[in-house]
């Protein structure tokens, strides 16, 4: 297989630098070089300075205008620093310009979080997909002068100076690199398939918790479910969906899938590579979308995440809104009463103290009431085999031998009634027969 493994380069400051285009909200291109700043810290780098750049019209060869563009390259040049981080798409030509007259490695906001993809990624599939989506971003930049960060690039920057025959054979190299991990991938993908079937199959109820990166999603998993999984204080700490069974009060099973965090401007390639793990919430009975409403730009992450999921085809789901962090916020903040207004019957909660957890799983119980029903069955000692497929589907609330069969009381999921239709005892109670 093809590879190209670079000599790392570590990288020990940087400068970023924020972009106010036309049209943004006041102050948005700070709020945005701000979340930069965490992602870049993500990566271990310690950030030196950062500016942020109104921007007019687009220049094509750096981007920002000549004038600002000379500013930061003395800056750089004077106080040594190592790389120039944009919070916005710099095109190959731009980037290969910067780094050719500034001395420096230069990278926009989709290059540092492919690399924290790179880094995050455990599982196969997960791997895969941050592979292809760097492929795709590496292509149009194989003659690119740095080799920097911790990351494997696909290619190029070892064959700088070789001549445009060995470009092109890069280029049909990479090019067939793609090719395989996309193949991989589609193999891969094939397999969660039938475990997601496999699962569905299965009449438990299903739902998603998606938000933001980073607003506690993983936390909230475990809070409910009593999982163990990942739950750092980083940015994407989770890249691959985890599916957990918690009890609801009505003694309902629900599964409850992780999914990976979003973040405005995620590179389409990300979305596109990611789109089979986020099937997660397109193909579960509803989601639980969760915001960290001790960030000051909740309401921009509740209006990504509705972005993210319309794009997904998941935005008329059912969904229940939870605000996460209510243990760090004081009960009179005004922030608490403007939040409310945010949607329709939000749960404040805090997964870290368990507070409002209750409230949350009974409104998911709510979420699937249409969908359970509650029968008395009386099964006949013979069919031990249905009565082992309703355990299965843990929906069993009281059972009692008698010598004419096996009374039940169940919260049945309706798709199951056809089955158990011959045995549904009329009246209020088998139990009481």
Not at 15 to 40: F, T
Not at 68 to 89: C, G, W, Y
Not at 390 to 407: F, M, N, S, Y
Request: proline share 4%; charged share 25%; aromatic share 4%.
């Amino acid at each position: 297989m093809f590879e190209v493994k670079e000599k790392p380069r570590q990288v020990e400051n940087a400068l970023l630098i924020g972009i106010q285009r036309p049209g943004m909200e006041p102050g948005e291109g700070d709020h945005l070089l701000a979340e930069l700043n965490d992602l870049v810290e993500t990566l271990g780098i310690e950030i030196h300075d950062r500016r942020t750049v109104s921007l007019r019209d687009p220049n094509p060869h750096y981007l920002i205008g000549k004038g600002n563009a000379t500013e930061i390259m003395e800056k750089v040049k004077a106080e040594k620093i190592e790389l120039i981080v944009f919070d916005d798409d710099l095109s190959p030509a731009q980037q290969r310009n910067w780094e050719r007259e500034s001395g420096v490695c230069v990278i926009d906001r989709q290059e540092i979080i492919l690399d924290i993809f790179g880094q995050r990624a455990t599982t196969r599939e997960a791997k895969l997909q941050v592979t292809l989506a760097q492929l795709n971003y590496s292509l149009p930049r194989l003659k690119r002068a740095w080799t920097h960060l911790h990351r494997q690039r696909g290619g190029g920057t070892l064959m700088r100076g070789q001549g445009e025959t060995q470009l092109e054979a890069d280029r049909r190299m990479v090019q067939d690199r793609i090719s395989r991990v996309r193949k991989d991938l589609a193999g891969v993908l094939k397999q969660r398939g039938v475990q997601r079937k496999k699962r569905l199959k299965k009449p438990v109820p299903t739902a998603a918790i998606v938000g933001y990166t980073n607003a506690g999603k993983s936390s909230l998993l475990n809070a409910l479910t009593g999982a163990s999984v990942l739950a750092e204080d980083k940015l994407f700490a989770t890249l691959d969906p985890t599916t957990r069974q918690c009890q609801l009060p009505t003694g309902q099973k629900l599964l409850l899938s992780d999914t990976v965090g979003f973040l405005r401007r995620l590179p389409h390639d990300l979305v596109d590579a990611f789109r089979a793990t986020l099937e997660e919430a397109v193909v579960s009975d509803f989601l639980i979308h969760v915001l960290d409403l001790t960030n000051p730009e909740v309401e921009r992450h509740h209006a990504t995440t509705m972005e993210v999921l319309t794009s997904l085809g998941a935005h008329e789901k059912r969904i229940i809104t939870v605000f996460n962090k209510v243990d760090l916020c004081d009960g009179n903040d005004l922030r608490l009463h403007s939040l409310r207004l945010q949607a329709p019957n939000p749960v404040f909660v805090s997964a870290h103290s368990g507070k409002g957890m209750d409230t949350l799983l009974e409104k998911c119980a709510d979420m699937i009431a249409d969908e359970v029903i509650e029968l008395d069955l009386l099964v006949p000692h013979d069919r031990y085999d249905l009565i082992n497929k309703l355990h299965t589907v843990d929906c069993i609330r009281e059972k009692q031998t008698a010598p004419e069969g096996i009374h039940l009381q169940c919260l049945l999921p309706v798709q199951l009634r056809k089955e158990v239709e011959a045995f549904i005892v009329n009246g209020h109670s088998a139990l009481a027969v």
